[in-house]
C-alpha cells in the first residue's frame, strides 16, 4: 500500500542542495513557494520559482544522479516526499501526476536543446520546413547520400512552392535508385529496419511517431549553419521522437541509424491506450527524460569550456559518466566511441576535426584500440574533466 510522507520547511530553508547525493526522493509541493538556483547558469535561463503542483528534484531522483540545483523556500513550505521506488505506485493511481511531469521534461528537453544548439555553433533556427533543404544539402555534402535523400523527399513533401524545390527534385531524383533510405513515408510496421547511416526522422519534420529502439544505435543530430552537433547517441531500450508525439510541434532533432536498427514504432493511438494501462512505461519515459536532461545539463556545461581539447575530454568523461563507468582506481574501459564522434558531440566543425586529433592523442590515459577510444583509467580522466569544469567556473 503506497503510503507518502509529508515535510516542512521553513522560510530561508534549502530542501535540495546541488551536487549532493541525496537524490533517493522528490517532493510534490503542496503549498509556499521556493526558488531554484545553480552554481553554473544554463544562459537565457531565468530564475525559477516554484509553486504548490509544481515539483522539486524529479531530475536527480529518477536519473539516480546527484543534486544539479539548489532550491531553497521562499516561504514556509510543506511538500510531499515521494521516493524513487514508490513512483510506479504512485502512477499506476495518479496518470494525471505522471504525465504532468513528462509534459514539464518535454518542454524543458526542447529549451536545452536549442540552448545547447546555440552554445555549441553559435546559433538556433526557428524550426520552419525550408530547412529541411538545408540539411539535405548538408549530409550530400558530407558524403551521406543515404541520409540526404531521405531529407530532399520530406523537403518536396512540405515545400511544394519552395525556393529549392526544382533543385531538390533534381537531387532526389539523382539519388533515389543508388542509395538504400527506408520508410520514406509513415507505415502500419509495429517494427522496422534501418540500415547504417539513413535517416529515421528529420528535424523540421512533421511526425507523432515514438519509437523504441529493439537493436543497434540511433544517433540525435542537429545541423547549424552547415555544422552537425551530436546531441546523443542512444541504445537498445531507448526511446527517441517522444517529443513531436507529445507536443504536436516539428521534430527538434534528427534520428539517424548509428549502426543498422531495428525500432519499435508507437503512435499516438497506441501510445494513449499504453499510457493508461501500462505504468512501467510511464515510469520507464520519467527516467529516460531525467537521464536526458542530466545529460543535457552537463553537455552544456562542456558547452563553455573554450579550449577543444578540454571540451572533448570532458565530453568523453560524459559519456562514461551516461553509462554509469565505475571509477575504481584504475578501471580501464573500451568506448564504442571514434575521436571523430566525440568531435561531433562537441560541435567542432569537419574542417577544423583534423588539428586535434593528434593534440587529444597525446593524452597518455587515451588510446586508440579498433578506431575506438580506450580509456585507461576513468577515476583519473573524470578528474581530469572535473579540473576543467571546475577551472572554468
Known sequence: MLQLSFVNFKKGSYLVVEGKNTSDRFLIIRDGKVVCRRREEIPGEHQQILGAGDFVGVIPCMAARSQIETVIALTDVSAISVRRDQYPELIERNIPVAMKIIRTFTKQLRLMNETLTKLTLNNVLTDTPEQLFGIAAYYEKVGKPDISVYGYYQYLKACRNGKNFAKARQRFVALKPVTHAVYFEPTKDILRWYPKDTMIFSECQLGTDMFIIQEGKVKI?????????????????????????????????????????????????????????????????????????????????????????????????????????????????????????IENMCGIPQNMQGQYIYKFMENSNIKIVDKKIYVKDCLELYKEAAFYRKRKA
Request: glycine share 2%.
Open 221 to 341: 543530430t542537429k545541423v547549424v549553419d552547415g555544422n552537425e552537433v551530436t546531441l546523443a547517441v542512444l541504445k537498445k531500450g531507448d526511446i527517441f521522437g517522444e517529443m513531436a508525439l507529445l507536443e504536436n510541434k516539428p521534430r527538434s532533432a534528427s534520428a539517424i541509424a548509428h549502426e543498422d536498427c531495428r525500432v519499435m514504432v508507437v503512435n499516438s493511438e497506441n501510445f494513449n491506450q499504453m499510457v493508461t494501462t501500462q505504468a512501467q512505461l510511464v515510469a520507464r519515459l520519467t527516467t529516460m527524460f531525467a537521464e536526458r536532461l542530466w545529460a543535457l545539463y552537463r553537455q552544456i556545461m562542456n558547452s563553455q569550456l573554450e579550449n577543444p581539447i578540454h571540451k572533448m575530454i570532458d565530453m568523453l568523461a560524459l559519456e562514461l559518466e551516461k553509462q554509469r563507468i565505475q571509477t575504481d582506481t584504475d578501471a580501464s574501459y573500451q568506448t564504442d566511441l571514434t575521436i571523430a564522434d
